[in-house]
């Protein structure tokens, strides 16, 4: 008797994920949330201390990130090392993590150091002993892959290097269908955004992925046509690619909350993404360093991101620049509620990076009805074509006129905030669900 | 064994043979061994190039060691004049002449009769004298400067200097030993008066389970692979001009269960060389795999348990002994046509997918993969036995008897 074919859906990085969604692991929730309770469909992830793939309950990313690691009193600074650590441990370690932290947490801080290499210790201790794959404290079944089904690869493999290669060892051996989501190819289009590591790492990741899937589907054109060239450079033959357009629907508009920040409604300019550097937060800076020198009024400005790569001395600049360091604010751990109050009370937002997979930021502001300044580059010029005052990411001046035009003239946002209103649509993540899965079901 | 005394001189070592200059300098002078009363082989070479060396090899003095120092792409002339202008290789080539009276005098290659024609002529030595061709070497320099870049002025001297001596020694021999039927008719058109075809062949090799086992275990545990590409070829530029053209370096066509193993040289020369940070080097590496120089018998072993070999070979000289090496394993072959030089005759046997367009060079290869191996009748088995050195250098055997 033939058995149904599954689709099987990883959650490994959403899994170990320990802050609140950002980009990648909304569209890996928000897809795989549209999956879950489909008959056919089932979910796993990654070992990657057995290598093995281990079946799971979609529930396992349900939880809030503060409630992962149970036990655990946030308050404590020793358990906050032992959060850390937590996310590098493999989930089938991790259930044992809480009692541990339990015995050595109140030791406080000074202990830190040494709970953090007895906590190592033990989880080395149990690497070398045999143990049955556990998830969420119940023993869990392999994720037994067959020649019939497809394995959906929907968030940040790459983060998690042993993954692509044991799931392509898998697939050459039972053939079955694979398709991956593709977000962007820029640490290979621009390297000297990132680390030094993540560029042969990534292109590696980006070969493999590539040359070993049925389909992919990506964020955007600009991507697709991206991973098309990576391909056509490096000789992999041929493999469908789509696109799917990402959600951008806000969740819960009623549910808002002022940051403890000083910010006056309608009087600050919001910038949302990773404080890194190939979001050009420099360009910013630079158009309001100009502004002071033409003695041009510009509003306070609000970045909202997590710290991201290479911009450790830029942070520096914005926190100590005197004339700079009071008419900015960063905030690296906003959470969704504090957001939506960010973005319906900005004046308006601005997304200058240099390049993009997609660009969420700029779909997010254009549903909150916002204008929207953002570079004329790659993915952003696709979002909402004729709805978007674009800039190149390398002109001050005209960035800085941009901001400038709109914070002084008050008529021109009101009346481009109409029109945001009246001719954008926004996109549901059942939308791109229903995208996504057909051009799936295509394929088989 | 009625043929006199014979004296082989070439400019390598000949001890632990590695390249194919080296094998089949080897193959000929044991062919002699079979034929002549006396047989000595005596290199003159530089020993910063070769490790291994008998005792009568003659290692060249320090103002040659500089010379080739300065201009290493000239190496073969260079160590020619080094055989007259050398002072410890003269004295030493002289006392050899004097000592052994041989009747037979081989040259491997043409260049070390730059400086041996003038010792001959000074000490009125008239021994027969065997030109040993292994390409038509003025051609082959062309394209190697061409590709390397190298001066004009300085090129086109040298290439004049080589043509010279090709055809002077060519009508100056009493026999000439040609690779392929092609530079045999490229010798007779310089003046070569008697000439014989002696094609690359091969010394089949022997090797342990043992050997096989380590190179499937390497396999599996290091990149879990189900079928293998062996490319085998020395760092001699040729190699590396025909992989680039015919493959390339972009090998996201090969499937990912799917290896292509670098071995020889050749192996040494891409990591060398794709070691950049660049997309491109980095994907190679995803599915190549160096090598290095493994030992025959471990190359052995790893052509045996290849699925195609590869032999994009597209100019230049440089020996086809892998040719030989690859229809003797009975793999899959994918090849151009120019490696089937002198070895037209066996482009009928089974399993050969050849094809001088780069494009279907490389497709050939994916098919090749996915095709069955088709088994050889005993008439094909019989002629791929042919590229055995004992079949290839009978003709010489006789020859030489005919001097």
């Known amino acids: 008797m033939s058995r149904t074919p599954i689709t099987w859906i990883d959650l490994s990085d959403l899994s170990e994920w320990r802050h609140h969604h950002t980009g990648i692991q909304r569209v890996v929730y928000n897809l795989a949330k549209y999956y879950n309770g489909r008959p056919d469909v089932k979910f796993f992830v990654f070992d990657d201390v057995g290598k093995n793939f281990v079946e799971v309950e979609f529930a396992i990313v349900e939880r809030r990130p503060d409630d992962a690691i149970t036990d655990v009193d946030t308050n404590q600074p020793a358990q906050s090392v032992g959060r850390r650590l937590a ?52 023993a869990a079944n392999l994720a037994e892959f067959q020649n019939q089904d497809t394995v959906l690869v929907l968030g940040s493999a790459w983060a998690k290097p042993s993954l692509i290669p044991a799931l392509i060892n898998l697939r050459n051996d039972r053939h079955f269908k694979l398709v991956q989501v593709i977000y962007d190819l ?28 049925d389909g992919l589907v990506a964020i955007s054109k600009s991507s697709k046509r991206d991973v098309e060239a990576f391909a056509k450079q490096m000789r992999i033959p041929a493999v469908p690619v789509g696109t799917m357009r990402l959600g951008d629907e806000f969740t819960h508009p009623e549910d808002v909350q002022k940051p403890a920040v000083d910010v006056e409604p309608g009087k600050f300019l919001l910038c949302v993404g990773t404080f890194e550097v190939r979001k050009n937060h420099m360009l910013i800076y630079m158009a309001m360093k100009e502004a002071k020198l033409r003695g041009l009024k510009m509003p306070k400005l609000v970045i909202v991101g997590r710290p991201g790569w290479l911009t450790g001395d830029l942070g520096s600049i914005f926190r100590n620049d005197p004339e700079i360091k009071n008419e900015v604010l960063l905030l690296p751990n906003t959470n969704d509620t504090e957001l939506a109050w960010l973005y319906q009370n900005c004046a308006f937002t601005i997304f200058p990076a240099v390049y993009e997979g997609w660009g969420l930021p700029i779909a997010e502001s254009l549903a909150y009805g916002k204008v929207t300044l953002a570079s004329n580059t790659s993915s952003m010029t696709e979002i909402a074509p004729g709805l978007v ?14 901001i400038h035009k709109y914070t002084t003239d008050v008529k021109a946002r009101v009346a481009r905030e109409k029109q945001i209103t009246k001719d954008y649509g926004t996109h549901t993540w059942q939308s791109t669900y229903k995208e996504f899965d057909s051009f799936v079901r295509k394929l088989k | 064994m009625t043929h006199g005394r014979m004296l082989v001189i070439g400019t390598y070592p000949i001890t632990e043979a590695q390249h194919g ?95 041996l024609k003038k010792i001959l002529a ?59 039927k092609n530079d045999e008719a490229a010798h007779i058109k310089m003046g070569a008066k008697n000439a014989v075809v002696a094609q690359n062949g091969i010394t089949p090799v022997a090797y342990s389970p043992a050997k096989l086992q380590w190179w499937q275990n390497f396999m599996d545990r290091e990149y879990k692979v189900k079928r293998k590409i062996v490319f085998v070829g020395s760092a001699h530029p040729p190699n590396w001009f025909g992989f680039n053209k015919m493959v390339g370096t972009a090998l996201g066509f090969i499937p990912s269960d799917t290896r292509l193993f670098l071995v020889g040289g050749i192996s040494e020369y891409f990591t060398g060389t794709l070691n950049r940070r660049e997309a491109e080097d980095f994907c190679f590496w995803q599915r190549a795999v160096p090598c290095g120089k493994p030992d025959d018998e471990s190359l052995a072993a790893l052509l045996a348990d290849a699925d195609v070999i590869i032999l ?92």
């Open chain 1, 389 to 402: 005052d674009h800039f190149s990411p390398f002109d001050t001046v005209a960035c800085m006129e941009l």
């Open chain 2, 312 to 403: 994009p070979i597209t100019d230049g000289g440089g020996s086809n002994l892998k040719t030989a090496e690859a229809i003797l394993n009975d793999k899959k072959v994918v090849a151009t046509k120019f490696a089937f030089r002198s070895f037209e005759h066996l482009q009928k046997l089974p399993n050969l997918y050849i094809s001088d367009d780069p494009e279907e060079f490389k497709a050939n290869i994916v098919k090749a993969l996915d095709a069955p191996h088709h088994k050889r009748t005993p008439a094909q088995q019989e002629l791929a036995e042919s590229v055995l050195w004992q079949n290839c250098l009978a003709e010489l055997r006789e020859k030489v008897g005919e001097l």
């Open chain 2, 21 to 115: 200059g080296q094998k089949r300098t080897r193959a000929i002078v044991d062919a002699y061994r079979q034929v002549c009363n006396e047989v000595k082989y005596v290199a003159v070479f530089h020993k910063g190039y070769y490790e291994d060396y008998a005792s009568g090899d003659i290692a060249v003095g320090a103002e040659t060691i500089q010379k080739l120092n300065q201009n290493p792409q000239f190496a073969d002339v260079i160590m020619g004049d080094a055989v007259y202008d050398d002072p410890q290789a003269h004295q030493k080539i002289v006392e050899l002449l004097d000592s052994y009276r041989p009747d037979i005098i081989h040259i491997e290659q043409p260049y070390p009769y730059l400086g």
């Open chain 2, 122 to 180: 000074e000490r009125d030595h008239k021994p027969k004298l065997i030109f040993g061709s292994q390409n038509i070497e003025f051609e082959m320099k062309k394209q190697i400067f061409a590709g390397l870049g190298t001066d004009k002025d300085l090129a086109r001297d040298i290439i004049a200097k080589t043509k010279k001596l090709e055809e002077d020694f060519s009508k100056e021999a009493d026999l000439l030993v040609a690779v392929s």
């Open chain 1, 87 to 138: 996310a590098a441990i493999p989930l089938r370690y991790r259930r044992k993590l809480p009692a541990f932290v339990k015995r050595y947490g109140k030791a406080g801080y000074r202990r830190a150091r040494i709970v953090l290499h007895k906590v190592k210790a033990q989880v080395n201790d149990l690497r070398s002993q045999p143990q049955p794959v556990v998830v969420a404290g119940k």
């Open chain 1, 186 to 213: 820029i640490p290979i289009l621009g390297p000297q955004f990132f680390g030094d590591a993540l560029y042969p790492e990534f292109t590696r990741y980006m070969f493999d992925v590539v040359s070993n899937s």
